[in-house]
T-cell receptor, first 111, second 112 residues
Framework: DAKTTQPNSMESNEEEPVHLPCNHS???????IHWYRQLPSQGPEYVIH???SNVNNRMASLAIAEDRKSSTLILHRATLRDAAVYYC????????????FGQGTTLQVKP | NAGVTQTPKFRILKIGQSMTLQCAQD?????MYWYRQDPGMGLKLIYY???????DKGEVPNGYNVSRSTTEDFPLRLELAAPSQTSVYFC???????????FGSGTRLTVV
């Protein structure tokens, strides 16, 4: 399984944008980039995913580099409820759809 | 919608005891997964299933067993509990292995 590299932790101020980076230099052509987040004492929740083009949904935006070796999750206006561990995951391309989690980035949001 | 329901939420086991962690989903998802999360770490895949009657090992299957007799249920069995199995266990499901896994709220297990 292709691996991802994320910073261990990041800080942000409330109501400011947050850019969470992820490197995945060994990504294959058919790997989708997935982002999940885990709020304290909860199970992970899906945030967004993409293949090549930038993606937007109600939670966040995903910017994918042209060579696909890196991506950035963008939270447009961080709130205190966005404090969580954010996981960047390359989805297993076999038919099992397995998600292999790394360490993730712990995001702290300051009021 | 209930989504993915895990029971119990908390459990303390003595070394050598056995137990079954229950997981049920009501979304008619064919894919189901069991993960464990040790303190301060990411999730590790224990077992997964792509449909009723089909299961396979993940990254850390030793000490666990699963079965999938129905689409809805995917129980995880711990035989001869060990302190190393102290962890939070998460069950998840997805449709066709696609994006947007739904996770349960977890079972916190302590083995003493």
């Amino acid at each position: 399984d292709a691996k991802t590299t994320q910073p261990n932790s990041m800080e942000s101020n409330e109501e400011e944008p947050v850019h969470l980076p992820c490197n995945h230099s060994t990504i294959s052509g058919t790997d989708y980039i997935h982002w999940y987040r885990q709020l304290p004492s909860q199970g992970p929740e899906y945030v967004i995913h993409g293949l090549t083009s930038n993606v937007n949904n109600r939670m966040a935006s995903l910017a994918i580099a042209e060579d696909r070796k890196s991506s950035t999750l963008i939270l447009h206006r961080a709130t205190l409820r966005d404090a969580a561990v954010y996981y960047c995951i390359l989805r297993d391309t076999s038919n099992t759809g397995k998600l292999i989690f790394g360490q993730g980035t712990t995001l702290q949001v300051k009021p | 919608n209930a989504g993915v329901t895990q029971t119990p939420k908390f459990r303390i086991l003595k070394i050598g005891q056995s137990m079954t962690l229950q997981c049920a989903q009501d979304m008619n998802h064919n894919y189901m997964y069991w993960y464990r999360q040790d303190p301060g770490m990411g999730l590790k895949l224990i077992y997964y299933s792509v449909g009723a009657g089909i299961t396979d090992k993940g990254e850390v299957p030793n000490g666990y067993n699963v079965s999938r007799s129905t689409t809805e249920d995917f129980p995880l069995r711990l035989e001869l509990a060990a302190p190393s199995q102290t962890s939070v266990y998460f069950c998840a499901s997805s449709h066709g292995g696609g994006p947007g896994y739904t996770f349960g709220s977890g079972t916190r297990l302590t083995v003493v």
